[in-house]
């Protein structure tokens, strides 16, 4: 049960990385979405971790009432990769 919280928790919150990061106006509406696509997805931990700090070093996660920034192809394409070098390095540390 708690690894189920746990793996709901995660998707959440990857969803709602996810939702940030495509600039997406109905936050509700596009979090139960991608909650739903990221659910089937299975992304782990250090993936979204190392998408969310990506995304903090190109400035596009903010705090309070700023205005979210809409991140440029480039900048989308360097979380993405950053994710899957994490999920890559997780595949050979498994090995």
């Known amino acids: 049960m708690e690894r189920q919280l746990k793996c709901y928790v995660l998707s959440a ?16 509406n596009a979090a139960m979405d991608a909650t739903a696509e990221v659910a089937e997805a299975s992304v782990s931990r250090a993936q979204v971790v190392a998408e969310l700090r990506e995304a903090q070093r190109l400035g596009l996660i903010t705090v309070g009432e700023a205005t979210v920034p809409t991140p440029t192809a480039e900048q989308a394409r360097l979380i993405a990769e950053a994710g899957a070098q994490a999920a890559a390095r997780e595949t050979v540390a498994s090995k």
């Open 13 to 28: 919150t990857a969803a709602a990385a996810l939702v940030f990061a495509a600039g997406c106006e109905s936050l509700n």
